[in-house]
């Protein structure tokens, strides 16, 4: 079996979530959370503020790690076993452009329980479920803003 680690994104601007619509040849279709494969010599932070960039076209703010998800899939080399490691992320601004070269063909915010029904992996939707919950929680004890979710003490990807 083949391990692989991933990390990803909860980006949230003004309590809507990024989520990104994803077609690969008509063989491969459906909602996700933007994330992605860590590159020699990178934190699990930075790849996960590199994908939302990369994916998003999104400048986002780590918030705090939120927990991993695991799941299997076949792949060409064999069973691939996946770890992804979650962030919750803010951004200060909230327009998407899906990287058309990974086969990204649309992008967006949406209200929780839109990007929830949208999103296509239930581990997704339970990543989302504890994020939202994090962020509500840090947002009720002012430790987040919901207008610009700026936080200038935030690292923010370069």
């Not at 020699?40 to 991993?68: C, D, F, I, K, W």
């Not at 200060?92 to 058309?100: F, I, L």
Request: charged letters at 20%; glycine letters at 8%.
């Amino acid at each position: 079996m083949i391990q692989a680690t991933s990390c990803g994104g909860i980006v949230i601007c003004r309590g809507k979530i990024l989520v990104l619509y994803k077609n690969v040849r008509n063989r491969y279709d459906g909602w996700v959370l933007p994330k992605g494969t860590v590159e020699t010599g990178e934190t699990h932070e930075q790849t996960a503020l590199r994908e939302v960039y990369e994916e998003g076209s999104v400048r986002a703010q780590l918030v705090q790690y939120v927990g991993e998800s695991q799941y299997s899939f076949r792949a060409p080399a064999g069973i691939v076993s996946k770890t992804v490691y979650w962030y919750l992320m803010t951004a200060k601004n909230c327009s998407s452009r899906p990287q058309k070269e990974e086969f990204f063909t649309d992008s967006g915010y949406y209200k929780y329980n839109e990007a929830w029904h949208l999103l296509k992996y239930s581990n997704e939707r339970q990543i989302l479920t504890r994020a939202y919950s994090l962020y509500l929680s840090l947002s009720r004890q002012g430790k987040i803003g919901r207008g610009s979710d700026a936080d200038p003490g935030q690292n923010t990807a370069s």
